[in-house]
Antibody, heavy 122, light 112 residues
Framework: EVQLVESGGGLIQPGRSLRLSCAASGFTFDDYAMHWVRQRPGKGLEWVSLISWNSAYIDYADSVKGRFTIWKDSAKNSLYLQMSSLRPDDTALYYC????????????????WGQGTLVTVS | QPVLTQPPSASGTPGQTVSVSCSGGSSNIGSNTVNWYQQRPGAAPKLLIYSNDQRPSGVPDRFSGSKSGTSASLAISGLQSEDEADYYCAAWDDTLNGPHVIFGGGTKLTVL
């Protein structure tokens, strides 16, 4: 069974940094693209960042480019999101999601979602 | 900023068929596949339809998707109370600037 467990969220002051983690299990971590998707309170879904299966392709939404960094540690089957210069509008539930396609580099198909970790910037 | 446009709300009575539309452009729906997600209250989103019209294992065949040109649609037949949820469409966007994955604003489905 695929499991994605996020951690690292919390209350943080504007301008500070925070690192989110996602522990993955139940699938071959290196075979799939991984993404972060966020949801502001009471709002819709917003794609944040992606890393391809082999880490060769990385991309960010304009709203976080230059402030957030995504990477993964294959030895630990973990995905990370380093968030810097946090702003109040970064307040959201951050989901770790697994791409659908074996060997995928992007796309909008997400077969599995974690339960999310809440980041509050205030 | 590329966007996918969905109606904010939809409703139906048990047993009815309801449809949710998702309108985009040539750089997203017009040239890439559409995926649909269901998000029940308090839960994480769940993949409902992928590649325009494919159902993942475990998704009832009451749910169906279609795409035509720059628009897509999700249909739910035999509406059930458990279908009350938010529904989001998503697509890859090929615009050089802006997000490369875009979601619709979501449609809140109420089962009357």
């Amino acid at each position: 069974e695929v499991q994605l467990v996020e951690s690292g969220g919390g209350l943080i002051q504007p301008g500070r940094s925070l690192r989110l983690s996602c522990a993955a299990s139940g699938f071959t971590f290196d075979d799939y693209a991984m993404h972060w998707v966020r949801q502001r309170p009471g709002k819709g879904l917003e794609w944040v960042s992606l890393i391809s299966w082999n880490s060769a392709y990385i991309d960010y939404a304009d709203s976080v480019k230059g402030r957030f960094t995504i990477w993964k540690d294959s030895a630990k089957n973990s995905l990370y999101l380093q968030m810097s210069s946090l702003r109040p509008d970064d307040t959201a539930l951050y989901y770790c999601v697994k791409g659908c396609t074996l060997g995928g580099s992007g796309g909008s198909c997400y077969s599995n979602w974690g339960q999310g970790t809440l980041v509050t910037v205030s | 900023q590329p966007v996918l446009t969905q109606p904010p709300s939809a409703s139906g009575t048990p047993g009815q068929t309801v449809s949710v539309s998702c309108s985009g452009g040539s750089s997203n729906i017009g040239s890439n596949t559409v995926n649909w997600y269901q998000q029940r209250p308090g839960a994480a989103p769940k993949l409902l339809i992928y590649s325009n019209d494919q159902r993942p294992s475990g998704v009832p065949d009451r749910f169906s998707g279609s795409k035509s040109g720059t628009s897509a649609s999700l249909a739910i037949s035999g509406l059930q109370s458990e279908d009350e949820a938010d529904y989001y469409c998503a697509a890859w966007d090929d615009t050089l600037n802006g997000p490369h994955v875009i979601f619709g604003g979501g449609t809140k489905l109420t089962v009357l």
